[in-house]
C-alpha cells in the first residue's frame, strides 16, 4: 500500500512570507500527527488530528496552524515566517489513537527560509 | 517538564562493537514507549516498542530495549553493530489517553567499517 505522501518535499521562502505543506496518510489511517525537525532538538511536536479535529497542539507560536480535511489529508501553515522556521516537517500517520501501533512517518517536507 | 531524554548526542564505535543507548522519560503513568530509525536520506522507520508485558522487547535488525519502569529508562542495546546500523536514533513516548507521542533529541551512531 501507499506510504505517507508529503508534498512539496522542497521549498524555499523568504522571511514574511507564508507557505503551505500537504500530507496524505496511508488509506485507512485517520490520524494525522506533525512534527518539526532540527538538528539537536530531535522532533517537536506540532499537532495531532482525527477526523477533521484537531486532538492535541504542541508549543508552537499561533502562526503554525492546521486543518484535515474528510478524506483524512491534512495541511499546515506557516504564516509570517522566521529564520529559525527553517526545518524538516515530518508527518506521520497511525489508524486512530496516534503511535498506539507506531507511527508511519512521510519523508518530510525541507523548508528553508532565507 | 515532562521530556524524552537522550544523553548520548553522538556515539561512534568499531563494527562488532556492542551498543546501548539510553533514554528516560519523565511522564508519569501508563506509557508506551517505541525507538524510532532514520537511515541516511531515508524516513524515520519503527524499530520496537513495548506495551505491556516482557519489559524485554526485540526488534527487527537485532536491536532490543529493555524497559524498567523504576529507572523510567528504556534503554537500546544490540549486542554487535554493523556499518549499515549508522543512523540517527529516536527514543519516543505514548502517553496513555494522550493524543501524541513526545520524541527524544535522537542520538547519531556513526560505525566505523
Known sequence: ?114 | AQSVSQHNHHVILSEAASLELGCNYSYGGTVNLFWYVQYPGQHLQLLLKYFSGDPLVKGIKGFEAEFIKSKFSFNLRKPSVQWSDTAEYFCAVKVYNNNDMRFGAGTRLTVKP
Not at chain 1, 2 to 7: L, S
Not at chain 1, 8 to 18: A, D, H, N, S, V
Not at chain 1, 45 to 74: A, I
Request: hydrophobic share 30%.
Open chain 1, 1 to 114: 500500500k501507499a506510504g505517507v505522501t508529503q508534498t512539496p518535499r522542497y521549498l524555499i521562502k523568504t522571511r514574511g512570507q507564508q507557505v503551505t505543506l500537504s500530507c496524505s496518510p496511508i488509506s485507512g489511517h485517520r490520524s494525522v500527527s506533525w512534527y518539526q525537525q532540527t538538528p539537536g532538538q530531535g522532533l517537536q511536536f506540532l499537532f495531532e488530528y482525527f477526523s477533521e479535529t484537531q486532538r492535541n497542539k504542541g508549543n508552537f507560536p499561533g502562526r503554525f496552524s492546521g486543518r484535515q480535511f474528510s478524506n483524512s489529508r491534512s495541511e499546515m501553515n506557516v504564516s509570517t515566517l522566521e529564520l529559525g522556521d527553517s526545518a524538516l516537517y515530518l508527518c506521520a500517520s497511525s489508524l486512530a489513537v496516534p503511535g498506539l501501533e507506531g507511527y508511519t512517518f512521510g519523508s518530510g517536507t525541507r523548508l528553508t527560509v532565507v
